[in-house]
């Protein structure tokens, strides 16, 4: 029998996974998942704009948030068979996936691995590109860095990353609900995630193997995956839609909630119509 409401446990692949799970039972399903280094409770706008007329799922990854680490090395790969996992613990044959950052490299290994499971795609503030040797070595920095002078310089530090500039000064409760959740995301999960996050492997090769409706996303702001990075994709998925959010950085869903939510409602309403109309590409489902 189903669950709803939030912070609901679940065995997975031998851990405690938490999830929030809303909205009517016949309806199509869109599952969250969240960046590094946070938990599902940054989809909370966005679940509550659509738990009306969608089933919408948002759940921890293994070692944030409330679910276990478990004793497996992290790497993308292992993320998503967790995510399958869920869907098929929870009965959920197909869904539409909601990715940003690391959740973003999630959605997309899996809409590759597994095709036949997703009637679409949303990637906000992500990319396709691996690693370069320049940002492997700074992922080891900020592993040593939080060794020696602990999360909080480490979270201090990456609020100036993640954010908008006008963000910083009018967005202080945001800034400080994200600080906590670096914060209290355990330290042994920051080193493994980060690790996972050098070792991954491109995607951009094979995006155009991806046929069924892509929304890419992406702050204006977006420093650490910047507009290029969101264009990229969008000329490699051919039946893809590029909207650039205002006034955001790297967490745009937190920062500009409304034009986030208002892109992901109109491309939700297109897929639920079957038919897409694109600049470059229309696209009509059977």
Not at 37 to 63: C, E, H, T
Request: glycine share 6%; hydrophobic share 40%.
């Amino acid at each position: 029998m189903r669950r709803i409401g939030n912070n609901i446990s679940i065995i997975i692949n031998k851990l405690t996974v938490s999830y929030s799970d809303h909205g009517p039972d016949d309806a199509p399903v869109i599952i969250f998942i969240h960046g590094f280094p946070f938990n599902k409770s940054m989809w909370n706008v966005q679940m509550d704009a659509l738990k009306n007329n969608y089933r919408v799922i948002a759940y921890d990854i293994r070692g944030h948030g409330n679910s276990d680490p478990g004793n497996d090395e992290f790497f993308i790969e292992l993320f998503v068979n967790d995510m399958l996992r869920l869907m098929e613990k929870l009965k959920i044959e197909k869904s539409l996936l909601c990715g940003l950052s690391l959740g973003g490299y999630i959605a997309l290994n899996a809409v590759l691995k597994h095709p036949d499971r997703f009637d679409g795609l949303i990637l906000s503030d992500t990319q396709c590109m691996a690693d370069t040797p320049e940002i492997k070595e700074n992922r080891c920095i900020a592993i040593t860095r939080i060794k020696e002078k602990g999360v909080e310089l480490y979270a201090d530090e990456s609020i100036k990353k993640l954010f908008s500039g006008g963000s910083i000064t009018s967005n202080k409760n945001v800034i400080a609900e994200v600080k906590t959740m670096i914060i209290n995301t355990p330290k042994q999960a920051l080193y493994n995630t980060l690790h996972a996050l050098a070792e991954r492997r491109e995607t951009c090769s094979r995006l155009q193997e991806i046929n069924i409706p892509v929304l890419i996303m992406v702050g204006k702001e977006d420093k650490i995956t910047p507009i290029a990075a969101a264009k990229q994709m969008h000329e490699k998925i051919l039946n893809s839609k590029l909207e650039i959010i205002q006034q955001a950085g790297h967490l745009s869903n937190l920062e500009n909630p409304t034009a986030f939510n208002t892109h992901l409602v109109n491309f939700l309403e297109l897929v639920g119509k079957k038919s897409f109309l694109f600049k470059r590409y229309r696209w009509e489902l059977n």
